[in-house]
């Protein structure tokens, strides 16, 4: 058999220029300084053939890493040639681009080859189809950015204590009166494989607001109910749960109002053994939301340990990157907002945790971007999917230019984080007109649209009201 395989590999190969094509995917625009997170990636490919990496060079920096997110990623004798099989597996490339860098115009190639086959392959036309020694490759262009500086708050010049925030009295009447409604029993049982009930998008954590915003302990009791089913839920997996499913903040809270350690071993459990904290293959942006999760519960990892989590810098690189392939490069192939919204909290998380002074660009590009993009009628509505019906949003599925105004409160933060940040007035205003209008479809009808519109709103109205230190930007 594997004289018929080389023989039809053989006959193959002097007649196919290219058989299979090669991509270079991720960011394109990087500080000096920092990390540059890559996926060389082919197209889909039968699982039973072998690649190898033969080529990978840039004038940018130091290639630091190759991981291969298949199963397999054997390197040859000398170290430098990867192996691996094909079902579109992508190899990551991480590439330290050192600060000296002068800021301007780079690339990165790769080549990679056609092996041959680790077993038959299921249709005789794929045997046929790929010739051992081809090869394909693939370069892209990098834009070197000077050193980021590091910023921090430079407070608005005064509150704009005379314009209270449109829409709080509403948001407020609505936080008790569906907190009523969506507050578990104290015999209800949670399905965690049921998305649209109230312990999914952090429920624990949206009643533990509730129950410090109105001093009324009854809420931390909802919060417990939940906090304590998931906790139980998260420990039984080992915490190798599905990414879209991973909520640490309100395990941290509960543990720090009860001093139980289950709270505690349950989020350091996501953090660590979750699918995504072990896995290198986020660097696309359709990936946003689950880094951004990943990041959140990576982040809860050091509030509650004092120690960085090791793969905490590489989610922010990534959804740093996902950012640049929306709205600066143009790369991407997914883009919902209520993605860049957990984008966004996670990156700010981070900032209130390090000051890395990147984040606050990036929040900007973003708000600006998606105020150009993903919101209409001066910021009174939003779409799901801003792109229309096509590549990039399918019709069936993708809610394309599809108005989710029950979203906004995934984005409506952001804006008064930054308006705190910087005292610039007109992400005061957009944000007031976000915020206000969020509430105006109905959200009754499920616990998961409660919490996904109360988890983090709490933060704008804290952002919007509260005075920040006046400390000046580096």
């Not at 995504?276 to 990892?301: G, I, Q, T």
């Not at 007109?426 to 998961?448: E, M, P």
Request: charged content about 20%; glycine content about 8%; aromatic content about 12%.
């Amino acid at each position: 058999m594997r004289t018929l395989l080389l023989i039809l590999a053989a006959a193959t190969a002097a007649a196919s220029a290219q058989t299979f094509h090669l991509a270079l995917a991720g960011c394109q625009n990087v500080y000096a300084g920092q990390k540059l997170f890559l996926a060389i990636e082919t197209d889909v490919l039968p699982a039973t053939a072998r690649l190898q990496l033969t080529e990978i060079t840039t004038d940018i920096g130091r290639v630091a890493s190759l991981v291969c997110v298949a199963k397999e990623c054997p390197r040859d004798a000398s170290g430098s040639a990867i192996t691996w099989g094909g079902a579109g597996y992508p190899i990551i490339a991480q590439i330290n681009v050192p600060e000296s860098t002068l800021p301007g115009e780079y690339s990165v190639k790769a080549a990679v080859t056609f092996q041959g086959w680790s077993a038959v392959p299921a249709s005789s036309s794929d045997a046929a189809k790929y010739g051992i020694g081809d090869r394909a490759e693939a370069s892209l262009a990098i834009t070197v950015r000077p050193p980021v500086a590091s910023k921090i708050a430079v407070a608005p010049a005064s509150l704009p204590d005379s314009v209270p925030i449109p829409g709080v009295v509403r948001w407020e009447a609505l936080a008790t009166q569906l907190g009523a409604k969506w507050c578990p029993t104290e015999t209800a049982v949670l399905a965690f494989g049921v998305e649209n009930q109230v312990w999914y998008y952090d429920g624990a954590r949206v009643y533990f607001q509730l129950a410090d915003r109105t001093k009324d302990p009854k809420w931390t009791e909802c919060a417990l109910r939940i906090a304590r089913q998931y906790r139980d839920y998260v420990l039984s997996s080992g915490g190798g749960i599905i990414q879209n499913r991973v909520f640490t903040k309100g395990l941290r809270m509960a543990f720090e109002r009860t001093g139980d350690t289950g709270f505690r071993d349950a989020a350091l459990l996501l953090a660590t053994n979750g699918r995504y904290s072990k896995s290198f293959s986020a660097v696309r942006a359709l990936n946003m939301r689950e880094a951004a999760y990943a990041l959140n519960a990576m982040v809860d990892y050091e509030r509650i340990t004092g120690i960085r989590h090791p793969e905490a810098e590489r989610y922010v690189d990534y959804l740093i990157g996902h950012f640049d392939q929306i709205f600066v490069s143009d790369t991407y192939t997914l883009h919902q907002s209520f993605y860049d919204g957990l984008g966004l909290e996670a990156l700010i998380d981070w900032y209130d945790l390090t000051m890395d002074g990147r984040v606050p660009d990036t929040v900007k590009l973003v708000l600006d971007g998606m105020w150009q993009i993903c919101f209409v009628n001066d910021g009174a509505q939003m779409y799901y999917n801003p792109d229309p019906a096509g590549p990039r949003c399918d019709a069936a599925t993708g809610g394309c230019r599809k108005l989710a105004s029950e979203l906004m409160n995934l984005v409506a933060p952001a804006f008064a984080w930054y308006w705190r940040l910087t005292g610039d007035e007109t992400y005061q205003q957009r944000g007031d007109a976000v915020f206000s209008h969020a509430l105006d479809t109905d959200i009754s009808y499920s616990g998961k649209i409660y919490s996904e519109n109360y988890k983090w709103s709490y933060d704008y109205v804290r952002w919007r009201t509260v005075p920040p230190p006046r400390v000046l930007i580096d």
